[in-house]
């Protein structure tokens, strides 16, 4: 896997400090940033943009 297939959008990822299950849903830049969704405890919708580094992969999307 070279760095640009490290995530897919629709892929689950986590921050590698844990925190909440997020979506990469905008975009990835060539630079591996990923923009990514995600709900909060309190229902509120968030969207934020992480290096790729700061990131582990949870589910691929279209894993079985």
Known sequence: MNDNDK???G????????GPHMTV?????PSGACGVSWFSQ????N??????????LVFRHGDN
């Not at 849903?25 to 830049?29: G, K, R, Y």
């Not at 309190?42 to 919708?45: F, I, L, N, R």
């Open 47 to 56: 969207i934020h943009e992480f290096p790729e580094q700061c990131l582990r």
């Open 42 to 45: 309190d229902g509120s919708h």
């Open 7 to 9: 995530f897919k959008v």
């Open 25 to 29: 849903v905008t975009h990835i830049a």
């Open 11 to 18: 892929d689950v990822v986590v921050l590698n400090s844990e």
